[in-house]
């Protein structure tokens, strides 16, 4: 069952940074959050993982608060290719899967 | 890296007939997983192999999906028969392990279209 919270749609101009939300207030200290997109007729792609210290990776940067209550995906300049929808998924100890909300759909305005 | 192959891509049939999908996981990873994705929905787990054993199939509706991958490198998935709700993409990943960090790489999928 859905453990995170994420808007359903967000807009961003292109060559403009996007922070993407994402509340999961039920978080154990054992789970791992993770982000993956889909873009248009495509699979999932995975975009970033964390723990408890923010990360960094070529293509995006994960803030996680200090509590683990929530978590933001930082798109640090958008293009039109980053048009996509945004899931936020925590992994939990002896789960197999990842459970896939809805997500968040970003529009990339150009 | 060449990343998971699916085929078909695209797949049309009518209600009561049978569709098998193929998937080829990333050379090395143990685990592979298909999912279902209905329009306008998440990927919703319908299996998960770990090389050629089933680790879950608690979503997967056993009247009439079934699932194999015996030499724990590729694996298909069937459909028989179908029902006009089977309407979906139907994703295939694979990871090399299970653990929290391991991510899943997934295939484009096949859309299935039942008439």
């Known amino acids: 069952d859905a453990k995170t919270t994420q808007p359903n749609s967000m807009e961003s101009n292109e060559e403009e940074p996007v922070h993407l939300p994402c509340n999961h207030s039920t978080i154990s200290g054992t789970d791992y959050i993770h982000w993956y997109r889909q873009l248009p007729s495509q699979g999932p792609e995975y975009v970033i993982h964390g723990l408890t210290s923010n990360v960094n990776n070529r293509m995006a940067s994960l803030a996680i608060a200090e509590d683990r209550k929530s978590s933001t995906l930082i798109l640090h300049r958008a293009t039109l290719r980053d048009a996509a929808v945004y899931y936020c998924?925590?992994?939990?100890?002896?789960?197999?899967?990842?459970?896939f909300g809805t997500g968040t759909r970003l529009t990339v305005i150009p | 890296e060449a990343g998971v192959a699916q085929s078909p891509r695209y797949k049309i049939i009518e209600k009561r007939q049978s569709v098998a999908f193929w998937c080829n996981p990333i050379?090395?990873?143990?685990?592979l997983y298909w999912y279902q994705q209905i329009l306008g929905q998440g990927p919703k787990l319908l299996i998960q192999f770990q090389n050629n054993g089933v680790v879950d199939d608690s979503q997967l509706p056993k009247d009439r999906f079934s699932a194999e991958r015996l030499k724990g490198v590729d694996s298909t998935l069937k459909i028989q028969p179908a029902k006009l709700e089977d309407s979906a993409v139907y994703l295939c990943?694979?990871?090399?392990?299970?653990?929290?960090?391991?991510?899943?790489?997934f295939g484009d999928g096949t859309r299935l279209s039942i008439l």
């Open positions: 990943a694979s990871s090399l392990g299970t653990g929290l960090r391991q991510p899943q790489h």
């Open positions: 998924i925590l992994r939990e100890t002896g789960a197999n899967n990842l459970f």
């Open positions: 050379s090395g990873h143990a685990t």
